[in-house]
């Protein structure tokens, strides 16, 4: 009933970490992942506050609580999307390099 299925030949795979050989690739690849883990928690916090507002049922501390949360979360996107554009336009304008994939030569698209 089940059939075999086998890989194409001549298909490469590439390792998908890049290699770190500057401190300055290290770097980049730390805070790419620090801000994506922020991302993460801006938006379990947005998904929390709001649960916890639409349970709250209207009673005044766990309304207030619900605000808080989703206050916070707001906050914590606004300063995530600054950090990560700041980030971005700096390195790419005193650098000329791309912090969004760290050892990125660029060259698997030349003509």
């Known amino acids: 009933m089940l059939e075999k299925v086998y890989a194409q030949a001549g298909v490469s795979l590439t390792n998908p970490v890049p290699d770190v050989t500057s401190f300055g690739n290290l770097f980049g690849m730390i805070i790419n ?10 938006f379990v916090m947005l998904a929390l506050g709001f649960v916890q507002y639409v ?8 309304v207030d609580n619900a605000q808080k949360w989703l206050t916070y979360a707001v906050i914590g996107g606004v300063g995530l999307f600054f950090i990560s554009f700041f980030k971005g336009a700096i390195l790419r304008l ?14 698997e698209f030349d003509l």
């Open 33 to 42: 992942i620090v801000v994506g883990l922020g991302w993460a928690l801006v």
């Open 55 to 62: 349970m709250s049922k209207g009673e005044k501390t766990a």
């Open 94 to 107: 005193l650098t000329g390099s791309d912090t969004t994939n760290p050892g990125d030569t660029g060259t």
